[in-house]
């Protein structure tokens, strides 16, 4: 299957160089590699600030790594070309957690929605605005919704609103980096459905940056591990998944929080078979 994105030996540092730099240096990401291929959804875990954004801001190249390769359909993506580009963005669409943060104020939902149409693909105004209205019903917005500013909508609407721009181009890869963990889990399980709808229609490939460990089971079939700069676990989800690794197995665990962890079911097996 093609490799639609991958990250390969990928490091990264912050701070420690220039005149102004506080601090040392600090490295962030130490040789990782990832890849998604066609079709396939992977879930990408790691604690609080083990590096998961920055990777993904490396994949996307909104970042440029320092050492390693991203490459996209395998090509390096920070060696293309306009036209190189243009398809890397056509392949690849991403939905960050802040939906506020990733539009401009000034601009109308249409507009929002229709922009990578307007840079990625060939349709007309009239073909733009019809393919608006159905990402708007596809998302579960009205097609007034189109004349709207950002600012007069809720946080969970701009959201749908970022989702259906995503969509747009009908990309064979959607990454999202906690896109969905601020709905609420009425509107979580509708765009859930929505994106398995993309994939088992049209092929999607996912990456998730999560926290939930409902969305590996649900819907992925990889789900790797970021722990210390360095993945620590890349593995098929199977009907039960459990890591190897001791920090991953942790951080499932913390994942968990109704699970009583293995220590509480022993001891409350002993408790229920005690004299
Ligand atoms: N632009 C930056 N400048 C300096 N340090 C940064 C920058 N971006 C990220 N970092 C640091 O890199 C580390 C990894 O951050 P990152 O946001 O990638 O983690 P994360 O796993 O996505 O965390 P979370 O789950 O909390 O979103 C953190 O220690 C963070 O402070």
């Given at each position: 299957m093609t490799i639609l994105l991958a990250a390969e030996a990928v490091e990264k540092r912050y701070g420690g160089?220039?005149?102004?730099?506080?601090g040392p240096s600090k490295t962030v990401l130490r040789g990782v590699s990832l890849s998604v291929r066609d079709g396939e959804s992977v879930a990408l875990l790691g604690a609080s600030g083990s590096g998961k954004s920055t990777l993904a801001r490396l994949m996307l190249g909104l970042e440029r790594p320092d050492g390693g390769t991203v490459r996209c359909l395998g090509r390096p993506i920070d060696a293309m070309d306009a036209a190189g580009r243009r398809t890397f963005r056509r392949t690849v669409q991403a939905v960050f957690q802040d939906p506020l943060g990733a539009?401009?104020?000034?601009?109308?939902i249409g507009r929002i929605i229709a922009e990578p149409l307007r840079h990625?693909?060939?349709?007309d105004a009239r073909e733009r605005a019809a393919r608006v209205a159905e990402l708007l019903r596809l998302v579960g917005l009205?097609?007034?919704?189109?004349?709207?500013?950002?600012?007069?909508?809720s946080g969970g609407q701009v959201q749908r609103v970022c989702i259906a721009r995503a969509l747009a181009p009908e990309p064979r890869l959607i990454l999202l980096d906690?896109?969905?963990?601020?709905?609420d889990l009425v509107l979580q399980l509708q765009i859930l459905d929505l994106l398995a709808g993309l994939r088992d229609r049209l092929g999607t490939a996912f990456l998730f940056i999560t926290h939930d460990v409902r969305l590996v089971r649900r819907f992925c079939d990889r789900v790797a591990v970021l722990h210390d700069g360095g993945l620590v676990e890349d593995r098929p989800v199977g009907p039960s998944f459990a890591f190897d690794h001791p920090a991953a197995r942790a951080l499932l665990d913390a994942m968990l929080p109704a699970a009583p962890s293995p220590a509480l079911r022993d001891r409350s097996a002993e408790s229920r078979t005690a004299p």
């Open positions: 160089q220039g005149v102004f730099a506080k539009v401009n104020p000034r601009h109308r990625l693909t060939g349709l009205a097609p007034e919704d189109a004349d709207r500013l950002p600012g007069s909508m906690e896109a969905v963990s601020n709905l």
